[in-house]
Structures are given as structure tokens and as C-alpha cells.
């Protein structure tokens, strides 16, 4: 089990090496920030002087060599627009998208798994026909598409959520919660719906595959020939082995649902890092970028690793494979 902790920690930190140089390059061959931060009628002294303050002057190797070096001691340079530092800018809208892909990926949770469930438990059912058309069209829609038309009936038409923004919030320990009030709970609502509607549709198809696949094993005929159940049978013997699988996705589509919360924080004006990273781009403000693709780089080689680890937690044959390699 070390040695396969080990092996899964080492290919992770080449990837985020990896990611870190092909980020660098790709993000510092795309315009020249300079032209949009001076004034236009600046000079050719004082565009050079700019460019020189920003450290833009020296040659690319050496640009990242530097680049390198500070992202060790954790400096991802000064945002060129904000004139903070890179991390500092995205840490302070990090929490609401935190805490939107947090309530989408709840919401998938609380509505994928038991839909496919019911889905996988009566698949012939026109109840489960229905469910499965559902999950089409969350396959379908085009989330913008969605978010607008949420927008249109709950926010214009029948004026029961709020469109746009993040509402009261509330300090714990220094970081803003829109959750713990009503008003940014209302807020909430919309946008993380519209997150959702996708990731419920994956759950749903995966769950509804995986219970079809397990209901016709032998332990589960085995416990329903015991005269188990009801509630027993498929929450002890059927989604306890449907999950086994799942939690792979499951980890992957909360990362998925942070890094992809770009459209849905644009439509509903919800201030985030979707929305910075956006802001950012057209800005030109590389440090910025660059900070928020590190970070979202490491944040999905961390839940891999942590559902690696689960994974082989709740399956021994792959820790046994594993460790027989």
C-alpha cells in the first residue's frame, strides 16, 4: 500500500510539473499586456520602462526559470491589473465558487443517486423511462441556454429568486458565506441548479448502469433468497457495490464543477474565480492566470489522488494488483 501511495504521489507531482512549464509557455506567447496598461498616448521610453517593470523585458527562458523559482516559495508574481499579488487576488473570490461548486455537487448528490437508483431498480419502468429522458436533457441543454431560461421564469417571470449576485453574507473567520443567509441562500439557488444539471445526468446514467449490473449478481439474489428486502437490500447489498465505481466520477465531477464554473458565474453575475479567470484573459493579466490554472491543476491531481486512495480503500483487489506489480 506505501509503495502504490508512493508511485501515485510521485506521477502526480510530475504532472503538476508538467502543467506548471506547459502553462507558463502557453499563457506568455499570447499578446503583450503592456499596450493595455499604459496610457495610449504613452511613448516608446515609457512602454519600455512598463515592460521593463514588469519584468516582460528579459528573455522567455529566463522569465520562467524566475517563474519557477518564485512558485516555489509560493509567489505567483503581481497581478498586472490589480497590482496584488496573483494568489491573493484569486484566494479572495475563491470561497464563492467554492461555495457554488460545493452546493451544485450536493444537489447532484442528493438528486443523481436516488433517481438512478429507482431508475436502475425498475428499469423497464415508464418511471424510470422518464428518468432517463431527464437526464438527456441535462446532457443536451447548453448550461448558458439553461441559465438563461431559469432566469427568465423564476427571476422575471415569477419573481420568486433573485437573477444575479451573491446576496447577504456572512464572516467566518475572515471568509465571506452566502449560504448561512437567507438571502444569499436565495442567490445560491439558481446558479448552482444550473451548475448541476449536467453532473446530475452523469450520476444518474452511471448509478442506473451500475445498479442494472449489480441487482443481477448472485450476492444480491443470495440476500433477497434470505428474505432481506426493501430499504436493507438496496441500500446494505446494492448501492454500497454500485458505489465502488461511482466515487471515481464522483471526485473527478467536483473538481470538474470548480474549475468549469466559468459560464455559469458569467450568466448570473455570481463573483467567483469563473469570472475573474474571464475578466483575466481578456485583461491580459498573466500572473493571474497563470495562478488560477496552477491551483485548478492541482486541485484535480489532488481529488485523483484522493480517490485513488478511496478507490483502493473500498476495492482491495486493486491495492492487491497493485501491490503484486
Known sequence: MTEYLIRRVLVALLIVALMMTIVFFGINVIGDPVYLLVDPSATQVQIEEARRSLGLDQPIIVQYFHFVSSVMQGDFGRSFVFNRPAMDVILERLPATLELAGMAFIISLVLGIPLGLLAGLYPHSKMSKAIMAGSVLGFSLP??????????????????????????????????????????????????????????????????AGTV???????????????????????KHIAKNVMVPVVTV???????????????????SWPGTGRLIIE??????????????????????????????????????????????
Open 213 to 235: 449490473e449489480v441487482i443481477s449478481q448472485d450476492f444480491v439474489k443470495f440476500a433477497r433468497a434470505k428474505g432481506v428486502t426493501g430499504q436493507r437490500l438496496v441500500w
Open 250 to 268: 464522483i471526485g473527478m465531477e467536483l473538481g470538474q464543477l470548480i474549475a468549469f464554473s466559468v459560464v455559469t458565474e458569467t450568466i448570473f
Open 143 to 208: 448550461s448558458f441556454w439553461v441559465g438563461i431560461l431559469f432566469i427568465m421564469i423564476f427571476s422575471v417571470n415569477l419573481g420568486w429568486l433573485p437573477a444575479t449576485g451573491r446576496g447577504d453574507t456572512v464572516d467566518v473567520f475572515g471568509i465571506q458565506l452566502s449560504f448561512l443567509t437567507w438571502d444569499g441562500l436565495r442567490h445560491l439557488m439558481l446558479p448552482a441548479l444550473n451548475l448541476a444539471l449536467f453532473k446530475i445526468s452523469v450520476i444518474i446514467r452511471l448509478v442506473r
Open 280 to 325: 483575466s484573459i481578456l485583461q491580459l493579466d498573466r500572473p493571474v492566470v497563470v495562478a488560477y490554472l496552477m491551483m485548478i491543476t492541482v486541485l484535480f491531481v489532488l481529488i485523483n489522488l484522493i480517490v485513488d486512495v478511496l478507490y483502493t480503500w473500498l476495492d482491495p483487489r486493486i491495492r492487491i494488483g497493485a501491490v503484486a506489480k
